[in-house]
């Protein structure tokens, strides 16, 4: 057993986190999953792509969720806190969230090519209806959440 979801962080201060790194001009590899019930997208970081354009498709995508899930919940995952793997975490989540009506589940992740400072991973939660991200959190949040 395993706790998967520490306290949450606002979405404006996980965008807050997401510009600084892509403003600071440190090289990242990154990538981007959404997963929801009925698609899957992923975008990845490639060495030939700008922080701008990682940042303009990350943007055009989160606002694709923003039109069917407005409620969401954003987990910060950290080595400092040994957490679990953000693929554990993702995997968590998607298993967590099938129970809820169109639930999209968001992997964001830049890693720092020189090092793990600067490292920023996210673990988006968007849910339809308020009632379902407030259920979310009183079921899981800081709580042990079996692995299957």
């Not at 694709?64 to 899930?69: D, G, I, K, Q, S």
């Amino acid at each position: 057993m395993a706790v998967f979801f520490r306290t949450s962080i606002t979405d404006a201060t996980a965008f807050e986190m997401l510009e600084e790194r892509l403003s600071s001009g440190i090289d990242f590899d990154g990538y981007f999953n959404l997963f929801g019930v009925q698609d899957e997208l992923t975008v990845s970081w490639t060495p030939a792509m700008s922080a701008a354009e990682f940042k303009h498709d990350v943007t055009d995508a989160l606002r694709l969720v923003w039109e069917t899930a407005r409620f969401w919940l954003v987990y910060q995952r950290s080595d400092s806190r040994n957490d679990l793997g953000i693929n554990e975490i993702r995997n968590a989540a998607i298993r967590l969230s099938r129970g809820y009506f169109e639930a999209v589940v968001v992997t964001l992740c830049l890693l720092g090519r020189a090092d793990n400072k600067s490292d920023l991973e996210l673990i988006f939660l968007c849910f339809r209806e308020e009632a379902e991200r407030r259920n979310f959190r009183v079921r899981y949040e800081g709580k042990f959440v079996p692995t299957p």
